[in-house]
């Protein structure tokens, strides 16, 4: 295999650490640039290394380091931007590619110097060619990062490769501290306490390796005191250990997400050679895993009781050199190198202690079973010879090797459901008894230990091999219940087929109103979706950093499609969409609160007539929820310039409107008074205007009754707005739009309510929100939306305006309605999902079932047959009134042969024969309807 070196290649921090190794494989392989004119080169790269100092040398990097920078700089020269000539940079990059696997090939254990300009003198002599001019006093600015770079590349790679070993070393540590896995290391202090990614990851490791442990268990549990040494002697290293989730989690997450910028930074390179890069970005990487590298360093240390403040202690301090920066993250990964080894060490010798003192204790208990099975034969007098002698009395030879067959195997299956669970106390040669690792450790206690006493090295092989074994424990099997991500579930047949039928009738509704389909990316560029759900924002899901765009996965459907609006030029557009979406809130599933979940979005963009395209929204949500089975529901309904009125009325200053109107929002969940308590004691509002609000947000009820109510009952003067102008335009908006929804018969489920807010920042003018009015299932807000003027101008040229008016379904609360309400009528949500079931009598008659589905299949008719060979007629039908399946079309031989089958209709209880050609127009005479056909069936058998 081959690293490619050449103008537009990349070099990987992997790749890098593969190629330093001098007993590895990998090579390195220039490529030709097709602007650059081949040239010949008689450079002899073999015999130059024999001027190379020995890496032995303390002035000399390492042959590793040496590798890597050698590799580095030629990437960087083969980029044509350092060097002005480009034959000459084809030579310079060739020559030190030949000199690089020349090494590799002698397995040569010489290097460069680690001083930077001592670096370039001596590299300039070897490959024969000046990297600076003869009376220079510094490095080249390229080669002096390139070099800090490589070195830095490598440390970063070993430090990401030990953190990924140091679970699996604390797992030893946790053993041997007697650490309580459920107190420290549970569920419930880590995935729902504090869920830090880093730090879950960790405990679930550390966890599913300690399963069956008899060490990691409640001290109370095990009757004993703490561990074997005393309180004062291993508080520290206990606290430790019990905190190297803290330790491990984020310090593994640092090191890895700065690793990926670390690597882009190798890539880049100067724009010509006139410019220095700036080491800026590069440092603050390195620094970033040098402060992982020193809290792994720090948590290994005191678990292995390591004496701190010893001279020479790395800490993690801020140096602004990225070269020295380098040189500090590699002395300090090789000490982490060193300790997490010693603390290896410590622990197998402890798991080599205790297995040598459980077997002590089992040969004892052996050979007191022993002595009193001696005792009890010797008691009852005879001995063995005689009690055998008395149980097969009066039983033949065969009945006795029949008997003693049986205990055999009886005995073989015990001991090998005893091995399969993972050994214990077993019996060795002479029957001498043996205690494994297992039978005492967890799980991966024992897998690890055992890897480790194989190899205590932390060479990249047994990294590779702990880091396999953590991954494989949680990959499942027996060792781990499989867990589904917090806040998502699964969908089982018969919920799909509710969901299903929910999204039929929304989409069918978005299409009776003419709006048109349109898709787009679940996750969008993180500018994109910040800035745009006021306090909700913290909800937004980051994608993590690779080194590339930062993104995220989109929160709701209307940002996405102001970016759509602004990038496509499609003019006005009544448009639906439906998607998932993804925030990082609190679940409750029992209400329907997920952190994956549908929207189905309508939306109205362009400019039409005032309060139209409002109206057509309002009145979509209430032909979509008065279709849907969820029972009785309401809309309510406010404005956001009238709300921002009255707050302008009451005497909040500007800069608040948004904080308070989040707070006022809370309304429906929470009661004024702590409404009140929390716009006064946390967002700082005198509690007097505090109180003017609290005169206008608690109104709500019938729209004119309220809006006639505001506006003074035609009285002018009696106002409650008084001459705001503001407050004024946004009831007469209010007004038209009443009027048009009593129009087309929907204000019968509006709600005129001063206190809805919609905490959403993009609003501009009328919102609503959707709520169930019935049943005993509470899912908060099923449905929502409003105006939103100037989204979509964010994504355009300054001036331009796309007004939008939209509403939003939430699909997972609907169904939470629909299923409850299903399980409330009929106990159960089992639908058929297939309206006949075909069925045979006798045997070998999977190809006339098979002709009969085709025939129903061809129709459109939704059918099945048993994939058994010979499935019982009883079974079948047994099975077919499980599920609820109306029909059975049946065929027997003599069917078959006369070109019939039988109709079976389970509900009415009748049966009928019918020809093969009649069997289509039968079905249909009952009822049956072709596939996607049974909303148009149902709206003509209304009609009739």
């Excluded at 208990?365 to 010797?378: F, L, S, V, Y």
């Amino acid at each position: 295999m081959t690293i490619l070196i050449g103008k537009t290649r990349r070099i990987t921090i992997d790749e890098l650490a593969t190629f330093s190794n001098i007993l590895d494989d990998l090579k390195l392989e220039y490529i030709e640039s097709n602007d650059i004119p081949e040239t010949e080169d008689d450079y002899d790269a073999t015999s130059a290394l024999s001027s190379l100092p020995s890496s032995t040398s303390p002035d000399a990097l390492s042959t590793s380091e040496t590798l890597a920078s050698l590799a580095l700089i030629a990437l960087v020269i083969a980029q044509n931007r350092v060097v002005s000539d480009c034959i000459a940079t084809a030579t310079l990059s060739k020559r030190i590619v030949a000199l690089a696997n020349a090494m590799k090939e002698s397995n040569n254990t010489k290097a460069l110097p680690s001083d930077p300009l001592s670096y370039a003198q001596t590299l300039s002599t070897i490959i024969s060619t000046p990297l600076l001019p003869p009376s220079a006093t510094t490095a080249p600015s390229y080669l002096k990062r390139a070099l800090s770079l490589s070195i830095g590349a490598l440390s970063a790679s070993a430090a990401r490769s030990y953190s990924k070993a140091a679970d699996a070393i604390a797992i030893l540590s946790a053993e041997r501290f007697s650490v309580d896995v459920n107190e420290w290391y549970g569920e419930a202090k880590f995935d729902i306490m504090r869920p830090h990614r880093g730090c879950m990851d960790s405990a679930s490791k550390i966890r599913t390796a300690l399963q069956g442990s008899k060490f990691a268990i409640s001290q109370s549990k095990k009757g004993n005191a703490a561990a074997a040494s005393s309180e004062e002697e291993v508080s520290e290293a206990v606290k430790a250990t019990r905190m190297v989730p803290q330790y491990h989690g984020p310090s593994k997450d640092m090191i890895h997400s700065n690793c990926a910028t670390l690597e882009l930074e190798m890539n880049c390179s100067e724009w010509n050679d006139g410019v220095e890069l700036d080491d800026t970005i590069a440092c603050l990487a390195l620094q970033s895993i040098l402060n992982g590298a020193v809290s792994l360093l720090d948590g290994s240390k005191s678990r292995s009781s390591t004496s701190s403040g010893e001279e020479g202690e790395v800490q993690s301090t801020v140096v602004s050199d990225l070269f020295s920066l380098s040189q500090l993250l590699s002395t300090t990964v090789s000490e982490l190198k060193v300790v997490l080894e010693e603390e290896a060490k410590i622990g197998l010798n402890f798991i080599t202690a205790e297995i040598e003192k459980e077997t002590i204790e089992a040969k004892k208990k052996e050979e007191e079973k022993r002595k009193r099975a001696e005792a009890h034969a010797a008691k009852a007098g005879g001995g063995d010879a005689k009690a055998d002698k008395d149980e097969f009395a009066g039983k033949s030879e065969a009945q006795i090797a029949k008997i003693l067959k049986k205990r055999a195997e009886k005995e073989a299956k015990a001991a090998a459901k005893k091995a399969k669970k993972g050994g214990g106390t077993t019996a060795g040669a002479a029957g001498e008894v043996i205690i494994t690792a297992s039978s005492i450790f967890g799980v991966g206690t024992s897998l690890i230990s055992a890897k480790l006493t194989t190899n205590p090295s932390l060479t990249p092989d047994t990294v590779s091999d702990l880091t396999s074994i953590l991954e494989n424990l949680l990959s499942g099997g027996i060792q781990r219940k499989p867990k589904i991500a917090k806040g998502t579930r699964d969908y089982l047949p018969d919920q799909m087929a509710i969901r299903d039928k929910a999204f039929q009738i929304i989409r069918r509704v978005f299409k009776s109103h003419g709006a048109v389909e349109i898709d787009t990316p679940v996750f969008e560029l993180k500018d994109t979706l910040t800035g745009k759900y006021g306090e909700d924002s913290k909800l937004i899901y980051d994608l993590a950093d690779q080194g590339g765009e930062l993104l995220a996965l989109r929160y709701d459907l209307t940002v996405p499609f102001a970016r759509f609006l602004a990038l496509n030029a499609v003019g006005n557009i009544k448009r639906f969409h439906i998607g998932k979406v993804y925030r990082r809130d609190q679940p409750q599933l029992s209400k329907g609160r997920y952190r994956e979940f549908y929207q189905c979005d309508f939306d109205i963009a362009g400019v039409y007539g005032r309060m139209v395209p409002d109206s057509e929204c309002v009145s979509v949500a209430c032909d979509i929820l008065d279709a849907l089975p969820i029972g009785e529901f309401g809309i309510k309904l406010n404005h956001r310039r009238l709300l921002d009125a009255i707050l302008d009325i009451c005497g909040v200053p500007a800069d608040k409107f948004r904080t308070i109107c989040s707070a006022v929002d809370k309304l429906d969940k929470e009661p004024w008074s702590e409404v009140k308590r929390e716009m006064v004691e946390d967002k700082g509002l005198e509690s007097e205007v505090a109180d003017k609000i609290g005169a206008f947000v608690v109104k709500k009820g019938e729209p004119w009754t309220l809006y006639n109510e505001l506006m003074g009952n035609g009285d002018a003067s009696k106002c409650a707005f008084g001459t705001h102008a503001g407050a004024n335009e946004a009831m007469e908006d209010l007004r038209i739009l009443f009027e048009y929804l009593e129009a087309m018969d929907k204000l019968k489920f509006i709600s005129f309510d001063l206190s809805l807010a919609r905490g959403l920042d993009y609003y501009t003018g009328v919102i609503y929100e959707a709520v169930c009015m019935s049943g005993n299932t509470q899912v908060g807000s099923i449905g929502g939306g409003g105006r939103y003027d100037n989204l979509v101008s964010m994504f355009q040229e300054a001036g331009k305006v796309t007004p939008c008016v939209g509403v939003s379904v939430g699909i997972e609360r609907v169904f939470t309605l629909m299923e409850a309400r299903l399980r409330e009528e009929q106990g159960t949500i089992k639908q058929p999902n297939v309206n006949v079931l075909v069925a045979s009598v006798g045997a070998n008659m999977m190809v006339e079932r098979m002709k009969l589905a085709r025939i129903l299949w061809d129709a459109n008719i939704s059918a099945e047959f048993s994939q058994q060979d010979n499935p019982k007629l009883k079974y079948e039908l047994s099975n077919a009134l499980e599920r609820a399946i109306p029909f059975m079309v049946i065929v027997g031989e003599d069917e078959a042969k006369e070109g019939k089958c039988k109709v079976k209709d389970l509900a009415a209880k009748t049966e009928e024969t019918v020809t093969r050609e009649d069997l289509v127009k039968v079905l249909r005479s009952k009822g049956v309807v072709p596939v996607g056909c049974e909303f148009a069936a149902e709206l003509l058998a209304n009609e009739d």
